[in-house]
């Protein structure tokens, strides 16, 4: 790292653009970090998401949110200031986190796309391809070879053409010095051998998923199964093209400023390429909530989680919302409160049916004739004819009449209901 006057970055002049500027950078740290940590939250917090792939999601995600933690603020007040006040010490840790975490996010893309190669192409054998122990492994070098490419050579001063001396020395510009040896290795190691495989992946991969979806389409099971790997991999492949077009002028610039020098690059051009890869950190939560059902899901569930905490912690409206639940609490027993069933008796008067009648299916017509049809007629013409007349004898000559035909009514309990229209 060197002290380089010429390289500071390009301050603007107007107040207004300033203001601007401060307010689009801060609402960018703002969206990284927030987004990242719904992303850790709703992969920690929903067990759908818990799988192998999500493990390398999770990665970038907390290399995202590192970015937005650890970089970005001193990037914005570095853009801002047009100068670097903290030191060269902490300049040399600023630049080596800068470039460890944006390997790291490549190098999880790339990782990505050769999961989703194997669960598409070898279904069969993705479980014995793809173990948690390979996979905690291949965590481990991923971050083992982004510290390898950023804190070593930087430290050791293997990227600058001019080596200089003093640790505490004053600097004005701070960023990523690079050579011509460093420029190539850094660049094809960290983006552009990466990005070919999975450009080459991701085309296997659509090429495959459509032949299936034609092959299998019949099957519903299967089907399903299907169309939901190959959502999963439209968002997987929305991310990386988003990576790309975030990142590849950026490290296009890298490159030629390696191979040429910082002279040759507008100042105003890279400050430009260098936030536009910083906003990749920022698009990819948007991303899994646009195109991911089950990280929409998450995001919705804690949104409500959210929601349900701030109206538990509100006095007024916990108040409120006690009072309309024992409001609603007390209408419930009227509202399922059966009410008794009045019921008309051949005696003229009103008896209530038991709880639970109401229940009972009706009873069905009956439909067989029966050596006792002429008996059970006969008295239930001669209960209705007495009901007819009336009177204090009524009742009395009724009960006369349905005792002597006791029997045949308990035989014949569905031919006693009314016929409907009598």
């Avoid at 903290?86 to 999880?108: E, H, R, W």
């Avoid at 006095?315 to 419930?332: F, I, M, Y």
Wanted: charged share 15%.
């Amino acid at each position: 790292m060197e002290a380089n006057n010429a390289t500071s970055p390009p301050c603007p002049d107007s107040t207004v653009f300033k203001v601007a500027v401060s307010v689009a950078l801060t609402v960018l740290i703002v969206i990284t970090v927030a987004g990242n940590v719904v992303v850790c939250l709703a992969v920690g917090l929903n067990r759908r998401l818990r799988s192998l792939t999500n493990c390398f999601i999770v990665s970038l995600a907390i290399t995202d949110l590192l970015l937005g933690l650890l970089v970005l603020p001193f990037s914005a007040v570095y853009q801002l200031s047009c100068r670097w006040d903290f030191g060269k010490a902490l300049c040399d840790v600023y630049t080596s986190l800068d470039v460890m975490l944006c390997t790291a996010s490549i190098l999880n893309l790339f990782m990505i796309s050769l999961d989703r190669y194997y669960a598409i192409t070898d279904p069969l054998r993705y479980p014995v391809l793809v173990t948690p122990a390979r996979v905690g492994v291949s965590l481990v070098l991923i971050w083992a070879v982004s510290i390898t490419l950023s804190f070593l050579p930087i430290h050791l001063e293997w990227n600058s053409r001019n080596k200089t001396s003093g640790v505490n020395s004053t600097i004005v510009s701070c960023k990523v010095q690079v050579n011509l040896v460093y420029g190539l290795v850094d660049g094809l190691v960290t983006f552009y051998v990466p990005l070919g495989v999975m450009c080459i992946t991701y085309c296997r991969i659509f090429k495959i998923a459509r032949d299936q979806a034609k092959r299998i389409h019949h099957v519903g099971s299967w089907k399903a199964a299907t169309v939901r790997e190959h959502k999963a991999t439209v968002t997987l492949a929305a991310v990386m093209g988003a990576f790309i077009v975030c990142w590849f002028p950026y490290f296009t610039v890298f490159v030629y400023r390696g191979l040429t020098g910082d002279d040759a690059i507008n100042k105003v051009f890279e400050a430009v390429v260098l936030w536009l890869g910083y906003a990749n950190s920022a698009l990819n939560p948007i991303l899994y909530a646009a195109l991911n059902r089950d990280f929409r899901t998450a995001y919705q569930q804690l949104l409500r989680c959210r929601s349900a905490g701030r109206y538990a912690h509100d006095p007024s409206l916990r108040a409120d919302g006690g009072s309309r639940l024992s409001r609603t609490q007390s209408r419930e027993p009227r509202q399922q409160e059966e009410k008794p069933l009045k019921l008309q008796v051949w005696s003229g008067r009103e008896a209530a049916a038991p709880r639970g009648a109401t229940d009972r299916k009706p009873k069905p017509p009956c439909t067989v004739c029966s050596s006792n049809l002429l008996s059970c007629c006969k008295s239930l013409w001669d209960l209705r004819f007495l009901q007819a007349r009336g009177g204090p004898l009524g009742g009395a000559a009724a009960a006369d009449a349905t005792r002597g035909s006791g029997e045949e009514d308990a035989a014949l309990p569905a031919c006693l209901d009314p016929a409907p229209g009598h």
